[in-house]
C-alpha cells in the first residue's frame, strides 16, 4: 500500500543551526501539508502547499520556515535558523485530491531536537 | 477561529470494557470530522463523517456525528490492550485547501 515517507526519523541541530526535513508524499497526490506536534501538546497546522506554491500558512509558519517541492517527488521544510521551541514531531501528509477526500495520509513524522 | 475539545483527555480501563470518547467542535464552515489513533507516531485514519446520525463502524470501533449538537463520539467495545493509545478528533472547515484542526486527544489505557 502507498505511503508517505519521511526522513531523516530523528535530527538533533544545535540553536540558530538550519534544518531540511524530506517528506516523499503519496505519487498521485496533489495536496500537502505539515504539521507539528510539540511533546505533549496537540498537532498543529503549519502550512498547505497546491499547485507548486503555499496555498495557506499558520501563525507558527513565520519567515524562519519555508516549504518547497524542489521535484516531483520530495517536499521539504526548511527551518532557517532553528530555535529551541522548534523541538518537536513534524508530520507531513497528503490527500490525492479535494474531490476525492477521504483522509490525509500522514508520515511518520521526524523527531527535531534542537540543542 | 476552529475549535475541536476532546475529553476525557486521560482514561484507564480494564480490558473488556467498553469506552465512549467524545469530541465538540466549533466552526464557521464544517466540511467533515475526523478521528484518528496515535500510538507511537504517525496518527492512522479511523473515519470520516461528514452526516449527521450516520454510524460507522470498523470492527470494535464504531463513531456518530451529531451536528446539531456540533459533537461526535467515538465507541471501543471490548476494549483490548492493543487499543492503547491517543486517539484524536480532527476538524476539516472551509478553505481550499483541507487542513485540520485537532483537539489535544485522550489517551486511553487498556490494562489487562
Known amino acids: 500500500e502507498p505511503e508517505v515517507t519521511q526522513t531523516p526519523s530523528h535530527q538533533v541541530t544545535q540553536m540558530g543551526q538550519e534544518v531540511i526535513l524530506r517528506c516523499v508524499p503519496i505519487s498521485n497526490h496533489l495536496y500537502f501539508y505539515w504539521y507539528r506536534q510539540i511533546l505533549g501538546q496537540k498537532v498543529e497546522f503549519l502550512v498547505s502547499f497546491y499547485n507548486n506554491e503555499i496555498s495557506e500558512k499558520s501563525e507558527i509558519f513565520d519567515d524562519q520556515f519555508s516549504v518547497e517541492r524542489p521535484d516531483g517527488s520530495n517536499f521539504t521544510l526548511k527551518i532557517r535558523s532553528t530555535k529551541l521551541e522548534d523541538s518537536a514531531m513534524y508530520f507531513c501528509?497528503?490527500?490525492?485530491?479535494?474531490?476525492?477526500?477521504?483522509?490525509?495520509?500522514f508520515g511518520p513524522g521526524t523527531r527535531l531536537t534542537v540543542l | 477561529e476552529d475549535k475541536v475539545v476532546q475529553s476525557p483527555l486521560s482514561l484507564v480501563v480494564h480490558e473488556g470494557d467498553t469506552v465512549t470518547l467524545n469530541c465538540s467542535y466549533e466552526v464557521t464552515n464544517f466540511r467533515s470530522l475526523l478521528w484518528y489513533k496515535q500510538e507511537k507516531k504517525a496518527p492512522t485514519f479511523l473515519f470520516m463523517l461528514t452526516s449527521s446520525g450516520i454510524e460507522k463502524k470498523s470492527g470494535r470501533l464504531s463513531s456518530i456525528l451529531d451536528k446539531k449538537e456540533l459533537s461526535s463520539i467515538l465507541n471501543i467495545t471490548a476494549t483490548q490492550t492493543g487499543d492503547s493509545a491517543i486517539y484524536l478528533c480532527?476538524?476539516?472547515?472551509?478553505?481550499?485547501?483541507?487542513?485540520?484542526?485537532f483537539g489535544k486527544g485522550t489517551l486511553l489505557t487498556v490494562n489487562p
Open positions: 480532527a476538524l476539516n472547515s472551509g478553505g481550499s485547501n483541507y487542513k485540520l484542526t
Open positions: 501528509a497528503s490527500i490525492p485530491s479535494v474531490e476525492y477526500y477521504n483522509e490525509q495520509f
